[in-house]
T-cell receptor, first 115, second 111 residues
Framework: DSGVTQTPKHLITATGQRVTLRCSPR?????VYWYQQSLDQGLQFLIQ???????AKGNILERFSAQQFPDLHSELNLSSLELGDSALYFC??????????????FGPGTRLTVL | GQNIDQPTEMTATEGAIVQINCTYQ??????LFWYQQHAGEAPTFLSY????GLEEKGRFSSFLSRSKGYSYLLLKELQMKDSASYLC????????????FGAGTTVTVRA
């Protein structure tokens, strides 16, 4: 158990819908990262927040957005869902913004299925 | 850009040794990580290298050569539970210190 929690564990929805995935980082960690993992794409970085502020952006679609709240939990919002959005979505956390030995610890993931 | 290569699959026998290679081409370098991921589960941190040389952690060791853009993860005394995907990831300070992951190497341990 990494100490990172994610809810829900599974999510099944229809195309065109909107969902929210939630992540709570490990105690003391200020950074939260979101990743998407699909069978043909591997682990793809989406976005990072550090202490409430957006820190780095990856290949995140405009239909996706995220935020980090004052209590440091984060939410990833996915809208206008398409079949291709079906994937495992992981949240990771680390103590710092990303330098030196800062290590990311991953949550159990949310499996999203879009029908 | 970031380019991280690792073999797709490897098979080995229980009790044997397997070496998973990773080569990378990135704008900059600020550390290389190895993660283990069982199917459908979260990646779990195995090792971190930032200086050249070998880091040993029990049955697992990781080696880095920065001049060659090369790392390997060595798994010794293989056990059935080591069957998993092993992900190589590089942090690039010229890319917002983001981690770029390789596609992963699926290791199958046979009895």
């Amino acid at each position: 158990d990494s100490g990172v929690t994610q809810t829900p564990k599974h999510l099944i929805t229809a195309t065109g819908q909107r969902v929210t995935l939630r992540c709570s980082p490990r105690s003391g960690d200020l950074s939260v990262y979101w990743y998407q993992q699909s069978l043909d794409q591997g682990l793809q970085f989406l976005i990072q927040y550090y202490n409430g502020e957006e820190r780095a952006k990856g290949n995140i679609l405009e239909r996706f957005s995220a935020q980090q709240f004052p209590d440091l939990h984060s939410e990833l919002n996915l809208s206008s869902l398409e079949l291709g959005d079906s994937a495992l979505y992981f949240c990771a956390s680390s103590v710092l913004a990303g330098g030196s030995t800062d290590t990311q610890y991953f949550g159990p993931g949310t499996r999203l299925t879009v029908l | 850009g970031q380019n991280i290569d690792q073999p797709t699959e490897m098979t080995a026998t229980e009790g044997a040794i397997v070496q998973i290679n990773c080569t990378y081409q990135t704008s900059g370098f600020n550390g290389l990580f190895w993660y283990q991921q069982h199917a459908g589960e979260a990646p779990t941190f195995l090792s971190y290298n930032v200086l050249d040389g070998l880091e040993e952690k029990g049955r697992f060791s990781s080696f880095l050569s920065r001049s060659k853009g090369y790392s390997y993860l060595l798994l010794k005394e293989l056990q059935m539970k080591d069957s998993a995907s092993y992900l190589c990831a590089v942090r690039d300070p010229y890319n917002d210190y983001k981690l770029s992951f390789g596609a992963g190497t699926t290791v199958t341990v046979r009895a």
